[in-house]
C-alpha cells in the first residue's frame, strides 16, 4: 500500500518540481540578487504566519478528516475551518494595515500588501491540499501542485519580461495559489456559519495549537537566517542565500515528501483502526524508504553541486550556491528523518504538545549561532547556523519520542549499506571531470551515479531489498484486506 501510494505521489509530483526548477532558472536569470531577496522574504514572511496563525486549521483538517463518520460532522468540521480562517485573513490584514498607518512594521524587505495577500490565498490553498491528502487523492493533489507552480511560472516570466518586476511575480503566487486551491472544491462539503461549531474549533485548537507553538520555532529555524542576513547584509546577500536554499529544497525535499504524503495518511489510518502493531509495520516500511531514496539523492546532489548551480542559476548566483549545498544537503537530510520518522510517535498518539519543546531549544540555539555565524562567515554562516540547528533539533526528538510511542527498531544494517552506497557513489562521481558543458557534465554524473548506486545497493542489501518489498505486500494484504 505505502509502495503503491509512493509510486502514486511520485507521478504527480514530478510535473511541479519541474516547474518549480525551471522557475527558479528564469527567475535567478531575470532579476538581481536584491530583487529575490525581496521575493523570497515577502513570500516566506507569508508562510511563516501561516504556519504560526493558521496551520492549527490545517493541521487538525488533515488530522480529523479521516475521523468523520457521517455527511454533518464533516459540514461541522469544514464549516468551522472554513469561518476560522476568514477571521484569520481580517485580523491579519487589519493588524498589519494598522501597523502601516502607525509606521511600526519592520524595515526589512518585505513588501508588506503582498504579504497579507499571499497570507490570505497561502491558507486557503493549504486546507485544500490538505483535505485532498487526507482522502486519498493523489492526482488531485498533483493537479494542485502543477497549476502553482505552473501558473507561477508563466506569469512570473511573462512580468518580469514586460517590465512589471518582482510585484508582477508575487502577483503571479498570489493568482496561482488561488487556482490551485480549485481541484479540493469538490471534496469541501456544505458550509455555513449555522454550522460553526465551538466544539469542534476546540478540538482543532486541543491537537493543533501545540503545533501551531512547533512551527514557530521550526519556521525560525528555517526563516530567521534569511532576517538576520537581510539586517545585517542586505537584500542582495538574501538573495544569494535564498536562491542556494531553494534550489536545494526544490531538489531534495521532493523526495521525502513523497514517502510523507504517501505513508502518513495510511499509517494514521492503520493506527486508528487496527492498532499500533499495524502501525509498527507501516512506519517500519515508510522509513526504510525513507532512507533507500532520500540517503542517495542528498549525497549525489551534493557530487553535482557545481554543475546544478550553473544549470539552475543566473551567473550571479550560481557560485555562492555551490558552497551553501553541501551544507544545506545535509540539514535537509536530517530535517528530512525528524518529520517523517520520529515526528509521527507524537502525531500518531495526539501527544503534539511534547512535540514542541525541541524545536524551542533548536530555535534559541539557531538565533544564537546565526548572529555570531553570518557576522563572521557571511551567508555560509547562516548555512552552518542551519545544519547545527537541526543535528540539535533531531538528537531532542529522538530522546523524547521514546516516551511516547514505540517506534520500530533503528534499521541500523539496512541504513550503513545504504549509506556505504551512497557515499561511494558521491565519491566516484564527485571525482570525475569531464571537460564538457556544465548541462552535458550534469547529464553523465547523474547517469553514472544512479547506475553506480544501484550496482552498489543491489551488491551490499539485495537481502534487505526484498525483504522491504515483501514487508510492504504483507502489509497490503494483511492489515488492508
Not at 291 to 302: D, M, Q, S, Y
Request: a positive charge.
Amino acid at each position: 500500500m505505502i509502495v503503491r501510494h509512493t509510486l502514486s505521489y511520485t507521478a504527480v509530483k514530478l510535473l511541479p518540481a519541474i516547474a518549480s526548477m525551471v522557475a527558479l532558472m528564469l527567475f535567478t536569470r531575470l532579476m538581481s540578487p536584491d530583487q529575490f531577496g525581496e521575493y523570497s522574504l515577502t513570500i516566506n514572511a507569508a508562510l511563516v504566519f501561516v504556519a504560526i496563525l493558521g496551520n492549527f486549521l490545517v493541521i487538525g483538517l488533515g488530522r480529523f478528516e479521516p475521523a468523520t463518520k457521517s455527511r454533518f460532522e464533516r459540514e461541522k468540521l469544514h464549516s468551522t475551518v472554513i469561518a476560522s480562517a476568514f477571521l484569520l485573513n481580517a485580523f491579519v490584514g487589519g493588524l498589519t494595515l494598522l501597523l502601516g498607518v502607525l509606521d511600526y512594521l519592520p524595515d526589512l524587505s518585505i513588501n508588506y500588501v503582498f504579504f497579507v495577500v499571499l497570507f490570505m490565498v497561502s491558507l486557503l490553498l493549504m486546507m485544500s491540499q490538505k483535505l485532498v491528502n487526507a482522502n486519498l487523492k493523489p492526482k488531485a493533489y498533483g493537479l494542485s501542485l502543477a497549476l502553482k507552480n505552473i501558473l507561477l511560472l508563466v506569469i512570473g516570466v511573462v512580468s518580469l519580461l514586460t517590465g512589471y518586476g518582482v510585484h508582477g511575480v508575487l502577483i503571479g503566487m498570489a493568482v496561482a495559489s488561488l487556482f490551485a486551491s480549485l481541484p479540493a472544491l469538490s471534496l469541501w462539503a456544505k458550509t455555513s456559519w449555522l454550522y460553526f461549531d465551538f466544539r469542534v474549533l476546540r478540538e482543532l485548537w486541543s491537537y493543533g495549537a501545540p503545533l501551531t507553538l512547533l512551527y514557530l520555532f521550526v519556521m525560525i529555524i528555517s526563516f530567521s537566517d534569511r532576517i538576520f542576513i537581510d539586517a545585517l547584509l542586505g537584500s542582495g546577500a538574501v538573495g544569494l542565500y535564498s536562491a542556494g536554499y531553494d534550489l536545494t529544497q526544490y531538489s531534495l525535499a521532493l523526495i521525502p515528501s513523497i514517502v510523507h504524503l504517501a505513508a502518513f495518511p495510511i499509517i494514521l489510518k492503520s493506527y486508528e483502526n487496527d492498532g499500533e502493531d499495524a502501525a509498527r509495520a507501516h512506519l517500519s516500511t515508510s522509513f526504510r524508504i525513507l532512507l533507500l531514496v532520500t540517503l542517495p539523492v542528498t549525497f549525489g546532489f551534493i557530487a553535482v553541486k557545481e554543475e546544478v548551480s550553473a544549470v539552475f542559476l543566473g551567473h550571479a548566483f550560481s557560485e555562492t550556491s555551490a558552497l551553501l549545498i553541501p551544507i544545506l544537503s545535509l540539514s535537509l537530510l536530517l530535517s528530512s528523518v525528524k518529520s517523517y520518522y520520529f515526528d509521527y510517535a507524537f502525531q500518531i498518539t495526539k501527544t503534539t504538545w511534547l512535540q514542541s519543546i525541541p524545536p524551542m531549544l533548536a530555535a534559541v540555539c539557531n538565533c544564537i549561532l546565526n548572529y555570531v555565524f553570518i557576522k563572521t562567515l557571511g551567508v555560509i554562516g547562516a548555512a552552518y547556523a542551519t545544519l547545527i540547528s537541526y543535528a540539535v533539533y533531531l538528537a531532542l526528538t529522538i530522546v523524547l519520542s521514546r516516551n511516547v510511542f514505540r517506534l520500530p527498531d533503528f534499521p541500523w544494517l539496512f541504513f550503513v549499506k545504504v549509506c556505504m552506497a551512497s557515499m561511494a557513489m558521491m565519491a566516484i562521481v564527485g571525482s570525475y571531470n569531464l571537460g564538457l558543458s556544465f548541462i552535458s557534465s550534469l547529464f553523465i554524473k547523474v547517469f553514472l551515479g544512479i547506475s553506480v548506486f544501484c550496482i552498489l545497493v543491489l551488491v551490499f542489501a539485495k537481502k534487505e531489498l526484498l525483504i522491504l518489498l515483501k514487508d510492504g505486500a504483507m502489509v497490503k494484504n494483511n492489515v488492508f484486506s
